[in-house]
């Protein structure tokens, strides 16, 4: 139905930057807000950042200043720009969106991309 494919992920120095994308694909009529989350092994999944279709943003605190949620509605393609990275940014970040696939509201998961920053 909906796959979302991320990209960009990779090993950083601290201070360094990365950019994350998330493409949408398939059956997809609309979509509604899009999220990027991150996971470290053994610990709960925690929210980053959302942007809405009206391009409202929200950003966890330990990002605000650094991290940029972007989206693409053309391309159906969601960004995070990640910079002056901390090496407590090191996790797995996963995109979430809400799309209507033809005449219902749906959730999808993207694959996750390891982002590893070192000290």
């Known amino acids: 139905q909906v796959q979302l494919v991320e990209s960009g992920g990779g090993l950083v120095q601290a201070g360094g930057s990365l950019r994350l994308a998330c493409a949408a694909s398939?059956?997809?009529?609309?979509?509604?807000?899009m999220s990027w989350y991150r996971q470290v092994s053994g610990k709960q999944r925690e929210l980053v950042a959302f942007?809405?279709?009206?391009?409202?943003?929200n950003y966890a605190d330990s990002v605000k200043g650094r991290f940029t949620i972007s989206r693409d509605n053309a391309k159906n393609t969601l960004y995070l720009q990640m910079t002056t990275l901390k090496p407590e940014d090191t996790a797995v970040y996963y995109c979430?969106?809400?799309?209507?696939?033809?005449?219902?509201?749906?959730?999808?998961w993207g694959q996750g991309t390891q982002v590893t920053v070192s000290s």
């Open positions: 398939g059956s997809i009529y609309n979509i509604d807000t």
């Open positions: 942007v809405t279709s009206a391009d409202s943003t």
């Open positions: 979430h969106v809400r799309a209507l696939v033809i005449d219902r509201w749906f959730t999808f």
